[in-house]
Nanobody
Framework: VQLQASGGGLAQTGGSLRLSCAAS????????MGWFRRAPGKEREFVCG????????DYADSVKGRFTISRDNAKNTVYLQMNSLKPEDTAVYYC???????????????????WGQGTLVTVSS
């Protein structure tokens, strides 16, 4: 399984960016996919995730109402639309995936087996 993240860059406070995570190597009809981030000097934290099979989602409180995760089944790609960006959103963002037969979303990094490379998001004040 390979995950390819892209879409990071520089945005101003209040601006928007969209990250993409393209998955390859196996079918993701039973996958859970998540986005995590690591800010300088901080631990990696859960941002949001989606259960591919049922479409259920979960978000960290810090991004609720501003970020939206979605999927494109045909492209095996998950998107993270980030709106109303804040300087505290500055971090390296990682996509992750694992297999699940349930309907829930994993929120812990240890629950994900597959990881993409990070993509840097910088929000200027």
């Amino acid at each position: 399984v390979q995950l390819q993240a892209s879409g990071g860059g520089l945005a101003q406070t209040g601006g928007s960016l969209r990250l993409s995570c393209a998955a390859s190597g196996r079918t993701f009809s039973t996958a859970v996919m998540g986005w995590f981030r690591r800010a300088p000097g901080k631990e990696r934290e859960f941002v949001c995730g989606i259960n591919w099979r049922v479409g259920s989602t979960d978000y960290a409180d810090s991004v609720k109402g501003r970020f939206t995760i979605s999927r494109d089944n045909a492209k095996n790609t998950v998107y993270l639309q980030m709106n109303s960006l804040k300087p505290e959103d500055t971090a390296v963002y990682y996509c992750a995936a694992d297999i699940s037969t349930g309907s829930f979303v994993f929120t812990g990094p240890m629950e994900y087996e597959y990881w993409g490379q990070g993509t840097l998001v910088t929000v200027s004040s």
